[in-house]
Antibody, heavy 122, light 113 residues
Framework: EVQVEQSGAEMRKPGESLKISCQVS????????IGWVRQMPGKGLEWMGI????????IYSPTFQGRVTISADRSLSAAYLQWSSLRASDTAMYYC???????????????WGQGTLVTVSS | DIVMTQSPDSLAVSLGERATVNCKSS????????????LAWYQHKPGQPPKLLIY???TRESGVPDRFSGSGSGTDFTLTISSLQPEDVAVYYC?????????FGQGTKVEIK
């Protein structure tokens, strides 16, 4: 069984950079596809993209392509979500989650991390 | 992209009554080679991460109460809570995992009347 644990809440000013993490542990973690989901205040869930921990292959939602960078470090069994220049509109809860079994018709998210709250304010 | 549209946006149901949430996809999510619909339902409560309830449109995740059921095929799907309990107050999301981006519906808030 695989578990995912996210880094803690962050506060930044507009224009600053940020990288948040998602640590994967358990059975064969580097065989995992990890995804990121945004939830803006009072809004719904938005699928941002996924990364394969073994080779860092990445698939982005067109909505988020170019706005964020999703990456992985196989040696650390970790996935990352990164911004080079934050905006106030990036304020949101960000969840990471594992694709249950990629490519087997079980590409839903399970399990989920606890979420990382990112606040961007001057 | 496949667009997922849920209805209604919110509903209020009396305790013990049935709650029904609908989800429509802009394209079929029925995978012909497996004859399975690549559609999941999640429950999301404040302060918690989303929880998987149902996958393949109608397969209940282990540990999920049997008052939750999913149905539908192709482009039209339904999540039914047969007898609403206080702990079922939450926002419910459908998600297609047929083709990336694996988009979610906008969510349906279920409350007690």
């Amino acid at each position: 069984e695989v578990q995912v644990e996210q880094s803690g809440a962050e506060m930044r000013k507009p224009g600053e950079s940020l990288k948040i993490s998602c640590q994967v542990s358990g059975n064969r973690p580097t065989n995992s596809w990890i995804g990121w989901v945004r939830q803006m205040p009072g809004k719904g869930l938005e699928w941002m993209g996924i990364v394969y921990l073994r080779d860092s292959e990445t698939i982005y939602s067109p909505t988020f392509q170019g706005r964020v960078t999703i990456s992985a470090d196989r040696s650390l069994s970790a996935a990352y979500l990164q911004w080079s220049s934050l905006r106030a509109s990036d304020t949101a809860m960000y969840y990471c989650a594992k694709i249950h079994e990629a490519g087997s018709g079980r590409d839903y998210f399970d399990p989920w991390g606890q979420g990382t709250l990112v606040t961007v304010s001057s | 992209d496949i667009v997922m549209t849920q209805s209604p946006d919110s509903l209020a149901v009396s305790l013990g009554e049935r709650a029904t949430v609908n989800c429509k996809s802009s394209q079929s999510v029925l995978y012909s080679s497996t004859n399975k619909n690549y559609l999941a339902w999640y429950q999301h409560k404040p302060g918690q991460p989303p929880k998987l309830l149902i996958y393949w449109a109608s397969t209940r995740e282990s540990g999920v109460p049997d008052r939750f059921s999913g149905s539908g095929s192709g482009t039209d799907f339904t999540l039914t809570i047969s007898s609403l309990q206080p702990e079922d107050v939450a926002v419910y999301y459908c998600q297609q995992y047929y083709r990336t981006p694996y988009n979610f519906g906008q969510g349906t808030k279920v409350e007690i009347k």
